[in-house]
């Protein structure tokens, strides 16, 4: 094909492709269409409404929701697990005391209720002692007899004191 021949037929081709075509109306007049075409008696029906009657059981609603809980749980201890472990990875003054201050509670926590421990059986003994005077007749035993019985393949040692 020449140049004069593709330049007329590109001519052409432009001028087919924004030629306005005759079924289109212009604007402002109506644009939708109703089929008035009978519906056949077999064959494909046009949708009908069907309301929503379906009822959740509690059951399952109180499932949905404990499922999302936990999984909202689990995501958030897993993303704090996450932190502390990235934490511990790097060895700076926050991983060190992420480790070590938990260790220096407890640590803590253990003298303080060591503490209270002592003191209050410091008191019950200061209150005791005073208390508790025998005032009757003390006999003391200075001979021990002690029997002991093993029977069987699991020895059950049975020991009892004599005098």
Do not use: K
Not at 31 to 37: A, H, L, V
Not at 85 to 104: D, I, K, N, Q
Not at 154 to 162: E, G, L, V
């Amino acid at each position: 094909m020449s140049d004069s021949a593709a330049t007329t037929e590109a001519r052409r081709l432009i001028a087919d492709a924004y030629r306005p075509e005759p079924h289109l109306q212009p604007v402002g007049f109506a644009t939708s269409y109703r089929d008035e075409t009978p519906l056949p008696a077999v064959g494909p029906t046009p949708p009908v409404a069907q309301p929503e009657t379906r009822i959740v059981p509690a059951w399952a609603a109180g499932t949905a929701v404990a499922s999302l809980g936990i999984g909202t749980g689990i995501t958030g201890a897993g993303c704090g697990t996450w932190l502390v472990l990235h934490g511990l990875a790097a060895v700076t003054l926050t991983s060190v005391l992420m480790v070590t201050l938990p260790l220096a509670a407890l640590a803590a926590l253990a003298a303080v209720a060591t503490a209270i421990g002592s003191a209050l059986r410091q008191a019950r003994s200061a209150l005791t002692h005073t208390e508790n005077h025998n005032h009757g007749p003390v006999t003391h035993h200075h001979q021990h007899h002690t029997t002991t019985q093993a029977r069987g393949l699991f020895a059950r040692n049975h020991t009892h004191h004599n005098g």
